[in-house]
């Protein structure tokens, strides 16, 4: 892949830790190697505050400010691997809270699109893409539950905050093969992917997962 990392700073202990967050990933049922490669060389501790960065190889969700948090690394894994499965170019992300799944779809596809409500967990993330030197991510402060509709379509979307049904206007923002990756209800969340074939929606029930809520609305 042309989008690697130019920023790395792997020290000895965060380098051993990181071969063990891989093995977890490996042992919970991640097989896809480029998102573990992508995921090892990734460095997550640059997507929280300072008093957190000593857990952030633990595969568990972290506060980021705003009630929102940093995904746990399996779910941020799985998602990714269900995405990749149709080889999409364009991705449209909702919801880039700290940036860390948005940085690793960045170095995963060609062009990453993504939505935040929360300005100031924008302006963080921005600052991350800038300092890992990835080029081929937008971003938008927006309320995306209506996706983006003037860039639309896209081949693959990923929503990291559960509405409680799928929207529809999202269905309607992907391509021809194109792929939906979205945790879907209210008190209890299932990871749902959705596939574009000829028109029809085919839909696939993943597992069960917990994830902030989709709201409707800015912060600025
Ligand atoms: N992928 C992020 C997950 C952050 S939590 C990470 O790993 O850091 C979910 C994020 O979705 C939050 O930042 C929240 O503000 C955002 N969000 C919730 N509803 C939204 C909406 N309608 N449009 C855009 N972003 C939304």
Redesign the pocket.
């Known amino acids: 892949m042309n989008h690697q990392l130019m920023l790395q700073g792997i020290g000895m202990t965060s380098q051993r830790t990181r071969t063990r967050l891989i093995q977890r990933l490996r042992d919970e049922g991640i097989k896809d190697d480029r998102v573990l490669d992508v995921i090892e060389a990734t460095p997550r501790h640059l ?1 929280l505050d300072e008093a957190l960065a000593h857990r952030a190889y633990e595969d568990t969700a972290l506060p ?1 400010g ?1 009630n ?4 746990q690394p399996y779910i ?1 894994a799985r998602m990714t691997e269900l995405l990749l499965e149709n080889a999409p170019r364009r991705v449209l ?10 940085v690793v779809l960045a170095q995963l596809v060609s062009s990453v699109y993504s ?4 300005k100031p ?1 924008q302006d963080k993330a921005a600052s991350r893409f800038k300092l890992l030197g990835l080029d081929n991510i937008r971003y938008r402060h ?4 209506m996706g983006w509709p003037e860039l639309a379509p896209f081949d693959g979307i990923l929503v ?2 559960a509405p409680a049904d799928i929207p529809r206007e999202l269905l309607s923002q992907l391509s021809e093969g194109g792929r939906l990756v979205i945790p879907v209800g209210e008190t209890s969340q299932e990871l749902v992917v959705v596939t574009r074939r000829n028109g029809r929606f085919e839909e696939k029930i993943v597992e069960p997962v917990k ?6 609305g800015i912060i600025r």
């Open positions: 997507f980021i705003h929102q948090t940093l995904s941020v992300e909702l919801g880039t809270g700290s940036g860390y799944q948005t939505v935040e409500r929360i967990l927006a309320d995306g539950g990291t905050a994830f902030v809520p989709l709201l409707a």
